[in-house]
């Protein structure tokens, strides 16, 4: 076995020295015992160089998911007259009727003196009308959903019809919709009519009744005379698209009060632009171009 020289070092007061490289013992070549040792990991040769930068558990960790931008950022201001749909990803309602999950306080009212179109019979002094038939709604939305709560006050509930047609002659919700914003004379196959009727019958039409859309949800919640109303409706009936905040969707109401129990005697439709053509119908069961306009927002 080889034995390695040990190099002495003497010390001494006022004493000069230096430390030579000392021969390797059995080294015929005289090496320094530095001169044949594994090679510098910087330089190469020997064993193999370590590059730091390529060490995957060296590397700055790519974001989790959750650091990522928040989903419901960046909206831009709200249109003149959109009405504001809040970004609920991550936190849905739950569709059960009770509208505890609701930023009640930040619903918008819709009453005879709000709405674009109050027709049939109204008291002339303004004074019962709000309590005969009247309503707070709010809108939000999530990566599935379009969500419409709304909150309803009537002095008296009748539901006497049963017919699918006949369903806004009863004391009755209609939600219209544009998933597309097309703002057409006409309807398409993203454009839907719903009417939810008090006593929780339902119907769907475009134009002419039709199959009640897929995956849509919805929940009643009743304490007679008033009532409310939730409804998740899912993009994929509204055009799919990219869901992100910005987008526009066309959107009514409307309110249908019956007190005689037999036909309503009045109702209300929140908006109702000016719309020419389709043989004279410029109501919303008509057309989507007299809707008003939802538009996606933040939190």
């Known amino acids: 076995m080889q034995r390695?020289?040990?190099?002495?070092?003497?010390?001494?007061?006022?004493?000069?020295?230096?430390?030579?490289?000392?021969?390797?013992l059995g080294d015929t070549t005289g090496g320094d015992l530095a001169v044949g040792a594994p090679a510098d990991l910087a330089t190469g040769g020997g064993a193999a160089d370590v590059d730091l930068?390529?060490?995957?558990?060296?590397?700055?960790?790519a974001a989790p998911p959750d650091l990522l931008a928040d989903p419901c950022a960046g909206a831009p201001s709200l249109g003149n007259g959109n009405v504001a749909a809040q970004c609920v990803i991550g936190t849905p309602p739950t569709i059960d009727g009770n509208l505890a999950d609701w930023p009640t306080a930040s619903f918008l009212s819709m009453t005879k003196a709000t709405a674009a179109q109050a027709n049939g019979t109204w008291d002339v002094t303004g004074i019962p009308n709000d309590?005969?038939?009247?309503?707070?709604?709010?809108?939000?939305?999530?990566?599935?959903?379009?969500?419409v709560a709304v909150s309803i006050t009537d002095d008296v509930q009748n539901t006497p019809n049963s017919t699918g047609s006949q369903l806004s002659e009863n004391d009755a919700l209609e939600i219209f919709v544009d998933g597309k914003h097309d703002q057409a004379n006409t309807y398409d196959s993203n454009d839907w009519q719903l009417v939810y009727s008090a006593d929780t019958q339902k119907v769907?039409?475009?134009?002419?009744?039709?199959?009640?859309?897929?995956?849509?949800?919805?929940?009643?919640?009743?304490?007679?005379?008033?009532?409310?109303?939730?409804?998740?409706?899912?993009?994929?009936?509204?055009?799919?698209?990219?869901?992100?905040?910005?987008?526009?969707?066309?959107?009514?109401?409307?309110?249908?009060?019956?007190?005689?129990?037999?036909?309503?005697e009045r109702d209300l439709i929140l908006y109702y632009g000016t719309a020419n053509g389709n043989g004279g119908c410029t109501a919303p069961n008509c057309r989507t171009d007299v809707y008003g306009t939802v538009q996606l927002q933040g939190r």
């Open 53 to 61: 930068a390529t060490l995957a558990d060296l590397a700055a960790p």
């Open 4 to 24: 390695s020289a040990v190099a002495l070092l003497v010390l001494c007061a006022g004493c000069k020295f230096s430390v030579d490289a000392l021969k390797n």
């Open 204 to 264: 769907a039409a475009q134009l002419t009744i039709t199959q009640w859309p897929a995956g849509t949800h919805e929940a009643w919640s009743r304490t007679s005379p008033a009532w409310t109303l939730e409804a998740a409706i899912p993009w994929s009936i509204l055009g799919g698209g990219t869901i992100s905040p910005g987008k526009l969707v066309g959107f009514d109401l409307k309110l249908d009060d019956n007190d005689s129990g037999t036909m309503r």
């Open 131 to 147: 309590t005969n038939a009247s309503a707070r709604y709010f809108v939000r939305w999530d990566l599935s959903y379009l969500y």
